[in-house]
């Protein structure tokens, strides 16, 4: 080899052994380049949502007992919306419930571990079956109140005393009272709903027709009772058919006003985007990944 190959090797190697490390630098900084841009949307994202929630009024927040009426983040009018008897019924049809909860732990054991709150509760249920007169319940509801007392007072009775609990004597006692439940459930309901509808007239008046038409409907409320929700349930039926149901909303896992808000502003900036963007502008209520993800999904398990 002569002096001067080696002469250009030397000059020529340090630039191709450099050559793909300088490659993925760049290719590392184009990377952190789009990651750069994407937290730009999103700040751009967060700062439009704020805009968005700011401007949206009237805002109705439908809680589990209250109705409340905002404008501009600011609470200006609300209405409670369970009356008392509402909380009695469900309150009594706790009982058989409350039964089943203490006793649930210890199907299959031996130990009668069940017995010190068992004899506690049933001492308390049999106190307040002599005051169930004096709660108010309206003479042709009383009876049934004072059965599910009964009821539940003879079946902890019977277990006290033989200190065994069987799994089908527990499900014969809850099947024998679920009827009594569920049509507390139903007084509890109706009592809800004519007291929502009042408030709810009264509120429209209230606004008048121009507000009443950009009206926006908040329901939060937990996962389980999404499907049938009361308060949901009663201004979809109010709104069906028309264009104000698009602005009824079921927000799950939110029970606060202030998050409830938030999340208004992120569907009013989504809407406005797929308007523009989809031509839909409910495309983003739902994934946008939804589409695609579907077709790929039946390439995968094809139908």
Do not use: C
């Not at 004096?134 to 009383?142: H, N, R, S, V």
């Amino acid at each position: 080899m002569t002096l001067t190959m080696i002469r250009v090797l030397a000059l020529v190697l340090p630039l191709l052994i450099a050559a793909p490390s300088s490659r993925a630098q760049e290719d590392a900084a184009a990377v952190q380049q789009l990651l750069a841009l994407n937290r730009d949307f999103r700040s751009a994202y967060e700062a439009t949502r704020k805009q968005m929630e700011a401007g949206a009024e009237p805002v109705l927040i439908v809680g589990g007992s209250q109705l409340e009426l905002y404008r501009r983040g600011v609470r200006e009018w609300s209405a409670d919306i369970t009356p008392p008897l509402y909380t009695r019924y469900k309150a009594m049809a706790h009982i058989p419930f409350a039964v089943e909860l203490i006793l649930a732990p210890w199907l299959n054991q031996q130990e009668p571990g069940w017995l010190p709150a068992l004899q506690t509760y049933r001492d308390k249920v049999a106190a307040l079956r002599e005051r169930l007169g004096q709660l108010g319940f309206p003479a042709e509801q009383l009876p049934r109140q004072q059965a599910i007392a009964d009821y539940a007072l003879r079946y902890m009775d019977t277990l006290l005393q033989s200190r065994r609990l069987e799994p089908a004597d527990l499900r014969s006692f809850a099947r024998g009272i679920g009827p009594d439940l569920l049509a507390n459930a139903d007084a509890a309901a109706a009592l809800q709903l004519d007291l929502m509808h009042a408030e709810t007239a009264r509120l429209r008046a209230r606004l008048g027709e121009a507000d009443w038409a950009k009206l926006w409907i908040l329901v939060p409320g937990p996962k389980a009772p999404r499907q049938g929700n009361l308060q949901y349930s009663y201004y979809s039926r109010l709104l069906r058919g028309t264009e104000d149901e698009k602005r009824l909303l079921y927000f799950e896992g939110m029970f606060d006003p202030q998050p409830s808000l938030n999340q208004l502003g992120r569907y009013i900036t989504d809407r406005q985007a797929a308007d523009l963007f989809f031509g839909d502008p409910y495309r983003l209520d739902r994934d946008l990944l939804a589409d695609g993800a579907a077709r790929h999904l039946d390439r995968l398990f094809p139908r």
